[in-house]
């Protein structure tokens, strides 16, 4: 499975970006994906994620992403997005899409990962 992110840029903090993911390959091998991020000199950590199957979605257990970030997924073009809105300094990172079996995915222990794409939110 290869995934490829996009979407990334610079923002003005109160904007909004949506990042998409696209999935190709064995597909069929996963049921899931998630997006993480990493902001700089901190460690990765898990955003939210999405199943293909029933579209059921679980959100990092933050009041803050909960609130402002939407992940949805279009199974017709095996493509998953992150609606991130009312963008702020602190979610610069970079953001990474990963697929897989979904407990893996949310324990952020996926297999396949993309090469993630680059938020930067300017104050």
């Known amino acids: 499975v290869q995934l490829q992110a996009s979407g990334g840029g610079v923002v003005q903090a109160g904007g909004s970006l949506r990042l998409s993911c696209a999935a190709t390959?064995?597909?069929?091998?996963?049921?899931?994906m998630g997006w993480f991020r990493q902001a700089p000199g901190k460690e990765r950590e898990f955003v939210a994620a999405?199943?293909?199957?029933?579209?059921?979605?679980?959100?990092r257990d933050s009041v803050s992403v909960r609130a402002r970030f939407t992940i949805s997924r279009d199974n017709a073009k095996n493509t998953v997005y992150l609606q991130l809105n009312s963008l702020e300094p602190e979610d610069t990172a970079v953001y990474y899409c990963?697929?897989?079996?979904?407990?893996?995915?949310?324990?952020?222990?996926?297999?396949?990962w993309g090469p993630g794409t680059l938020v930067t939110v300017s104050s």
């Open positions: 990963a697929a897989g079996e979904y407990r893996r995915v949310v324990m952020s222990a996926a297999p396949y």
């Open positions: 390959g064995r597909i069929f091998e996963t049921d899931a």
């Open positions: 999405v199943r293909w199957s029933d579209n059921y979605t679980y959100y």
